[in-house]
Protein backbone atom coordinates (compact mmCIF):
# COMPACT_ATOMS: atom_id res chain seq x y z
CA UNK A 1 0.00 0.00 0.00
CA UNK A 2 1.34 3.22 -0.58
CA UNK A 3 -0.03 5.97 2.01
CA UNK A 4 -0.87 9.25 3.25
CA UNK A 5 -1.62 10.75 6.54
CA UNK A 6 -5.26 11.01 7.28
CA UNK A 7 -7.08 13.71 8.72
CA UNK A 8 -6.46 14.73 11.92
CA UNK A 9 -7.50 16.70 14.87
CA UNK A 10 -5.49 19.53 16.28
CA UNK A 11 -3.41 17.31 18.78
CA UNK A 12 -2.65 14.92 15.58
CA UNK A 13 -5.24 12.23 16.63
CA UNK A 14 -7.25 10.82 14.19
CA UNK A 15 -11.95 11.97 15.17
CA UNK A 16 -13.02 8.45 14.82
CA UNK A 17 -16.60 7.91 14.61
CA UNK A 18 -17.46 11.47 14.49
CA UNK A 19 -16.93 12.37 10.16
CA UNK A 20 -14.16 10.79 9.60
CA UNK A 21 -12.68 7.49 8.51
CA UNK A 22 -10.00 6.50 11.58
CA UNK A 23 -9.50 4.18 13.90
CA UNK A 24 -5.96 4.24 15.44
CA UNK A 25 -2.95 4.54 17.63
CA UNK A 26 0.55 4.38 17.64
CA UNK A 27 1.69 0.82 17.46
CA UNK A 28 3.29 -1.08 20.24
CA UNK A 29 0.73 -1.15 23.15
CA UNK A 30 0.40 -4.79 25.13
CA UNK A 31 -3.00 -6.51 24.52
CA UNK A 32 -4.86 -5.97 28.07
CA UNK A 33 -8.10 -7.77 28.86
CA UNK A 34 -10.49 -8.49 32.03
CA UNK A 35 -13.32 -9.89 32.78
CA UNK A 36 -16.81 -8.89 32.06
CA UNK A 37 -17.13 -6.90 35.20
CA UNK A 38 -13.27 -5.59 35.69
CA UNK A 39 -11.62 -2.63 34.49
CA UNK A 40 -12.97 -0.69 30.95
CA UNK A 41 -10.93 -1.56 27.62
CA UNK A 42 -8.60 1.25 27.04
CA UNK A 43 -9.78 3.11 24.03
CA UNK A 44 -6.48 4.06 22.44
CA UNK A 45 -5.65 0.43 22.92
CA UNK A 46 -8.94 -0.55 21.28
CA UNK A 47 -8.12 1.90 18.56
CA UNK A 48 -4.86 0.45 17.51
CA UNK A 49 -5.89 -3.03 17.64
CA UNK A 50 -9.05 -2.45 15.28
CA UNK A 51 -7.12 0.05 13.00
CA UNK A 52 -5.44 -3.35 12.03
CA UNK A 53 -8.41 -4.31 10.05
CA UNK A 54 -8.39 -2.50 6.81
CA UNK A 55 -11.44 -1.35 4.89
CA UNK A 56 -12.58 0.94 1.89
CA UNK A 57 -13.80 4.28 1.91
CA UNK A 58 -16.74 5.40 1.07
CA UNK A 59 -18.80 8.63 1.66
CA UNK A 60 -22.76 9.33 2.90
CA UNK A 61 -24.10 11.94 0.92
CA UNK A 62 -28.04 13.61 1.24
CA UNK A 63 -29.88 16.45 -0.08
CA UNK A 64 -30.71 18.36 3.25
CA UNK A 65 -34.20 20.02 4.12
CA UNK A 66 -32.58 23.32 3.36
CA UNK A 67 -31.95 21.71 -0.17
CA UNK A 68 -28.21 22.17 0.14
CA UNK A 69 -25.56 18.94 -0.08
CA UNK A 70 -24.58 16.94 3.23
CA UNK A 71 -22.11 14.62 3.74
CA UNK A 72 -19.45 12.44 6.15
CA UNK A 73 -16.78 9.99 4.96
CA UNK A 74 -17.36 6.81 6.66
CA UNK A 75 -15.00 3.12 6.89
CA UNK A 76 -18.09 1.16 8.79
CA UNK A 77 -19.81 0.75 5.68
CA UNK A 78 -21.09 -2.56 5.17
CA UNK A 79 -23.40 -5.07 3.32
CA UNK A 80 -26.40 -5.96 5.73
CA UNK A 81 -28.78 -8.66 4.01
CA UNK A 82 -29.46 -9.33 0.52
CA UNK A 83 -33.39 -9.81 0.63
CA UNK A 84 -34.62 -7.29 1.94
CA UNK A 85 -31.49 -5.80 0.17
CA UNK A 86 -30.27 -3.57 2.97
CA UNK A 87 -26.75 -2.11 4.17
CA UNK A 88 -25.80 -0.21 7.24
CA UNK A 89 -22.37 2.08 8.35
CA UNK A 90 -21.96 3.77 11.85
CA UNK A 91 -21.95 7.40 12.44
CA UNK A 92 -20.94 8.77 15.97
CA UNK A 93 -23.70 10.51 18.07
CA UNK A 94 -21.66 13.51 17.70
CA UNK A 95 -21.55 14.20 13.80
CA UNK A 96 -22.89 17.05 12.74
CA UNK A 97 -23.86 15.13 9.20
CA UNK A 98 -25.80 12.42 10.01
CA UNK A 99 -28.51 14.25 11.87
CA UNK A 100 -29.37 16.18 8.38
CA UNK A 101 -28.49 13.07 6.30
CA UNK A 102 -31.17 11.21 8.88
CA UNK A 103 -33.46 14.00 8.56
CA UNK A 104 -33.63 13.74 4.49
CA UNK A 105 -34.51 9.87 4.46
CA UNK A 106 -32.66 8.98 1.85
CA UNK A 107 -28.64 9.24 0.64
CA UNK A 108 -26.21 7.71 -1.44
CA UNK A 109 -23.15 5.86 -0.11
CA UNK A 110 -20.02 6.49 -2.46
CA UNK A 111 -17.65 4.30 -2.50
CA UNK A 112 -14.22 6.26 -3.24
CA UNK A 113 -11.87 4.85 -5.64
CA UNK A 114 -7.78 4.23 -5.52
CA UNK A 115 -7.24 8.03 -6.63
CA UNK A 116 -9.86 10.04 -4.24
CA UNK A 117 -7.64 10.25 -1.53
CA UNK A 118 -7.99 14.15 -1.37
CA UNK A 119 -11.69 13.59 -1.41
CA UNK A 120 -11.94 11.48 1.46
CA UNK A 121 -9.82 14.01 3.55
CA UNK A 122 -12.86 17.06 2.18
CA UNK A 123 -15.36 14.62 3.65
CA UNK A 124 -13.43 13.80 6.81
CA UNK A 125 -13.58 17.12 8.68
CA UNK A 126 -16.06 18.75 10.88
CA UNK A 127 -17.94 21.83 9.57
CA UNK A 128 -16.88 23.76 6.60
CA UNK A 129 -17.95 23.40 2.69
CA UNK A 130 -17.24 20.00 1.84
CA UNK A 131 -18.73 20.08 -1.53
CA UNK A 132 -16.63 23.45 -2.56
CA UNK A 133 -15.05 22.33 -5.62
CA UNK A 134 -16.36 18.93 -5.80
CA UNK A 135 -18.23 17.38 -9.01
CA UNK A 136 -21.02 15.20 -8.21
CA UNK A 137 -24.72 15.18 -9.66
CA UNK A 138 -28.07 14.35 -8.16
CA UNK A 139 -29.41 10.54 -8.17
CA UNK A 140 -32.68 9.36 -8.72
CA UNK A 141 -33.46 9.39 -4.77
CA UNK A 142 -32.15 13.26 -5.17
CA UNK A 143 -28.84 12.90 -3.18
CA UNK A 144 -25.23 13.97 -4.42
CA UNK A 145 -23.50 11.02 -6.26
CA UNK A 146 -19.61 12.01 -6.56
CA UNK A 147 -18.27 11.92 -9.90
CA UNK A 148 -15.23 9.95 -10.08
CA UNK A 149 -16.76 6.88 -7.40
CA UNK A 150 -16.32 3.04 -7.64
CA UNK A 151 -19.34 2.31 -7.16
CA UNK A 152 -22.47 3.98 -5.42
CA UNK A 153 -25.81 2.44 -3.41
CA UNK A 154 -28.77 4.62 -3.09
CA UNK A 155 -30.52 3.96 0.01
CA UNK A 156 -33.67 5.01 1.73
CA UNK A 157 -32.89 5.62 5.62
CA UNK A 158 -34.76 2.14 7.04
CA UNK A 159 -33.25 2.27 10.81
CA UNK A 160 -31.66 3.18 13.59
CA UNK A 161 -30.33 1.21 16.00
CA UNK A 162 -28.10 2.36 19.22
CA UNK A 163 -24.95 1.41 19.21
CA UNK A 164 -22.80 2.76 22.29
CA UNK A 165 -20.95 6.06 21.49
CA UNK A 166 -22.32 5.49 18.05
CA UNK A 167 -25.42 4.81 16.29
CA UNK A 168 -25.91 1.96 13.40
CA UNK A 169 -27.69 3.41 10.54
CA UNK A 170 -29.72 1.20 8.35
CA UNK A 171 -30.41 1.85 4.59
CA UNK A 172 -32.31 0.12 2.21
CA UNK A 173 -30.89 -0.17 -1.17
CA UNK A 174 -32.93 1.62 -4.11
CA UNK A 175 -30.70 1.50 -6.64
CA UNK A 176 -26.85 0.42 -7.54
CA UNK A 177 -24.26 2.16 -10.02
CA UNK A 178 -21.31 0.86 -11.04
CA UNK A 179 -19.82 3.66 -13.33
CA UNK A 180 -16.10 2.98 -13.33
CA UNK A 181 -13.36 0.13 -13.14
CA UNK A 182 -10.56 1.41 -10.79
CA UNK A 183 -8.78 -0.15 -7.75
CA UNK A 184 -10.48 0.65 -4.07
CA UNK A 185 -8.93 3.30 -1.85
CA UNK A 186 -7.92 1.75 1.39
CA UNK A 187 -7.60 2.75 4.94
CA UNK A 188 -5.34 0.51 7.29
CA UNK A 189 -3.69 1.79 10.13
CA UNK A 190 -4.07 5.28 10.24
CA UNK A 191 -2.47 5.46 6.42
CA UNK A 192 -4.73 5.66 2.71
CA UNK A 193 -3.65 2.97 0.45
CA UNK A 194 -4.38 1.17 -2.92
CA UNK A 195 -5.11 -2.32 -3.57
CA UNK A 196 -1.89 -4.10 -4.40
CA UNK A 197 -2.60 -5.30 -7.76
CA UNK A 198 -3.31 -1.71 -8.55
CA UNK A 199 -0.50 0.24 -7.05
CA UNK A 200 2.15 1.77 -9.18
Given amino acids: MS ?3 PATTADNRPRPGRD ?3 HGAAPGSAASTGPA ?7 ALMRQVMSSFCTGVAVVTATGDDGEPAGMAVQSFA ?3 LDPPLVCFAPARTSTSWPRIRAAGRF ?7 DQTALSRSFAVSGGDKFAGVAWHPGGNGAPLLDGALAIVECAVESELPGGDHTIAVGRVTALHRPR ?3 PLLYFRRTYGVYGA ?3
Wanted: glycine content about 6%; charged content about 15%; cysteine-free.
Fill in 198 to 200: HAA
Fill in 37 to 43: DGPAVDP
Fill in 79 to 81: SLS
Fill in 20 to 22: TPA
Fill in 108 to 114: AVNILAE
Fill in 181 to 183: EAG
Fill in 3 to 5: ATP
